[in-house]
Structure formats: structure tokens, C-alpha cells
């Protein structure tokens, strides 16, 4: 991990991960992650947060998208370590990443916690995080 001072109270961390498929570079800026395969050059945002019970709430914006949706699965596949929750941008983005999810999940995945929101506003970012 290496790290930067941004501010006087907030850091910048880099952080690679690999997984089976591809590789995503982390970077976590305060409480915001933002992830981007190099391989598709493809951005996601994330907002993490921890909650009371020790695990680390995560909203990945773009979880409708082949990137977005790979990080999204794998955050659920680890809900002992993550709260995971997807946003999308329509409903229909919603309804099939809950079908596609079924299929691959053994567990059954909440419709709450895959939510519409528009990530240009940070108030409806914010919204989905609670």
C-alpha cells in the first residue's frame, strides 16, 4: 500500500487485487473507492463505509456493467467481511442483475441491496448508502 497526504486529515492508498478473472487497482481516498480495470479501462465508484457489526459497507456504483458487476458478485460472495450494495441506473439494469446474480449466487441476494441511483448526486449516493 502506498500513501499520500491529499489533506491535512485524508490519505490516498493504492491497492491492487487480483481475482480469477481480472486484475482491479483500488484506490481509497478518505471513505470513496474508486476501482478500474486496467484490462477494459472501466471506472466504478465506491463509497465505503463500516458498519456496527464490523463488516465494511461497499456501494459500487456500475454494478449493472461487466466490471462493476465482477466486483459486486465477488463483495457478496465475502458478506462475512462486506455489506455489499449495487447501483445502478435504471430498473431494468436492476431486475437483470438480480436475475443474472440468482444464477451465479448460491446464496439468495437481497432486492435492497442493488438500488437505482444517479452517482452524479452525491446526496442520492449518500441515500443508498443507509
Known amino acids: 500500500i502506498s500513501t499520500s497526504r491529499y489533506t491535512e486529515k485524508?490519505?490516498?492508498?493504492?491497492?491492487?487485487?487480483?481475482?480469477?478473472?481480472?486484475?482491479?487497482?483500488?484506490s481509497i481516498y478518505s471513505t470513496l473507492l474508486l476501482a478500474a480495470?486496467?484490462?477494459?479501462?472501466?471506472?466504478?465508484?465506491?463509497?465505503?463505509?463500516?458498519?456496527p457489526s464490523s463488516k465494511t459497507r461497499v456501494f459500487v456504483s456500475g454494478a449493472g456493467g461487466q466490471t462493476g458487476q465482477i466486483l459486486f458478485r465477488k463483495l457478496l460472495e465475502r458478506s462475512d467481511e462486506f455489506e455489499a450494495i449495487g447501483g445502478v441506473r435504471t430498473e431494468e439494469s436492476?431486475?437483470?442483475?438480480l436475475t443474472s446474480l440468482g444464477e451465479k449466487l448460491d446464496t439468495k441476494i437481497s432486492s435492497s441491496s442493488i438500488k437505482v441511483?444517479?452517482?452524479t448526486n452525491g446526496d442520492d449516493v449518500r441515500d443508498a448508502m443507509k
Do not use: F, G
Open 117 to 119: 441511483v444517479d452517482i
Open 37 to 51: 480495470n486496467s484490462l477494459i479501462a472501466t471506472s466504478i465508484m465506491a463509497e465505503a463505509y463500516t458498519t
Open 10 to 26: 485524508q490519505h490516498y492508498y493504492q491497492i491492487s487485487i487480483s481475482t480469477d478473472i481480472m486484475i482491479y487497482s483500488l
Open 94 to 97: 436492476r431486475s437483470k442483475l
